[in-house]
């Protein structure tokens, strides 16, 4: 009961600063000292955690579709352009690649590599989205909000940021 009265004593003393929609933290950081700032937490964690919870666990297996690919192929190519320079493909392939040997080529080749893997990385999210995306549609079906209500409550939440941008580009939520 305390807590409650608590909670109410400080809602009117700061109420009157804060916009609807908005949510802050106010914490005593010591014996004068309070530090304000603004929650960035989606308002679906506290209104909804069971298709919040459902929402993260797809959120992430996005993430994991093909974030390691853009780690893993530029190192392969880095390699690959040290081999070359070290001449360890000259039995192989012969003479004619002393004509790529040049730090331009190996530039070319290591920043193309990162866009090549990015690009494939978004297009395996959006394959993957597409596994998830009737569990997806059913899980807010069962929660009795909108896809629109939904994109609108989870804007901004950085856990929930690859879901969020399917769900934005989905042509099929109308």
């Not at 590599?113 to 395996?124: H, K, N, T």
Request: proline share 3%.
């Amino acid at each position: 009961m305390a807590d409650e009265r608590r909670s109410s004593q400080i809602a009117e003393a700061v109420g009157h600063l804060i916009q609807p929609g908005e949510a802050w933290t106010v914490r005593r950081t010591g014996t004068a000292g309070v530090e304000a700032r603004r929650d960035n937490s989606s308002s679906l964690a506290s209104t909804n955690p069971e298709l919040y919870g459902r929402l993260l666990r797809i959120s992430e297996q996005l993430s994991n579709a093909g974030g390691s690919l853009c780690i893993w192929v530029p190192i392969g190519v880095l390699f690959l352009c040290l081999g070359l320079h070290l001449h360890w493909f000259d039995n192989m392939l012969g003479e004619d690649l002393k004509k790529i040997q040049s730090v331009w080529f190996y530039a070319v080749a290591v920043i193309a590599s990162f866009f090549l893997s990015a690009g494939v990385a978004q297009i395996w999210e959006r394959i993957r989205y597409r596994q998830y995306r009737d569990a997806v549609l059913r899980a807010i079906g069962e929660s009795k909000i909108s896809p629109h209500q939904l994109i609108a409550q989870i804007e901004g939440d950085k856990a929930l940021d690859n879901l969020a941008d399917q769900l934005k580009h989905d042509p099929h939520l109308g």
